[in-house]
């Protein structure tokens, strides 16, 4: 039910104060991607003003801002449903377990950014650190230069095969 407020203005008594367009600010994503949410079942529909616009509160925005959270973490979308219904026990053991994959993401990207920035400064090729260790000792076991030459143009061939 609406009552009139200080300065003419309008407020539910629920608290639902906010429209969808006012949401999508403040969590920081689309209107569009709040009506995805709604349709996948993460975020439940809230009820509509006399005028027909949606009205959202503060644990809208809580629960959208925790959902936008696990989303750009990587998680699936069926995996947040799943959670947004877990016991509290079962939520943080979930973060945990999410926290513990961006970890080793964030550790191949800064290995993978390592490789582009030694293939932009012109040395080695972009091959794994443990590759081009091996390619290093080649001089040590006898291999002419030469020879160590064709092996680093022939590893990116025999990874590529193998994949």
């Known amino acids: 039910m609406l009552q009139p407020c200080p300065g003419g203005k309008v407020k539910w008594e629920d608290r639902r104060v906010i429209t969808i367009g006012q949401l999508a600010r403040y969590a920081g994503v689309s209107v569009k991607t709040i009506r995805v949410y709604h349709d996948k079942g993460l975020l439940p529909e809230p009820d509509r003003d006399a005028s027909g616009y949606r009205r959202y509160g503060a644990k809208d925005a809580i629960d959208l801002i925790k959902i936008r959270t696990l989303a750009e973490a990587g998680v699936p979308l069926a995996r947040i449903r ?82």
């Open 82 to 163: 799943d959670l947004r219904s877990a016991t509290d026990e079962e939520l943080q053991q979930a973060l945990c377990e999410i926290e513990d994959e961006l970890t080793v993401r964030i550790r191949d990207l800064r290995t993978t950014r390592g490789r582009l920035r030694r293939l932009a400064a012109g040395q080695l090729s972009p091959l794994p650190t443990e590759v081009d260790t091996h390619l290093e000792h080649l001089a040590d076991w006898g291999f002419t230069p030469t020879s160590r030459a064709a092996a680093t143009c022939a590893v990116p061939l025999s990874t590529s095969q193998a994949v």
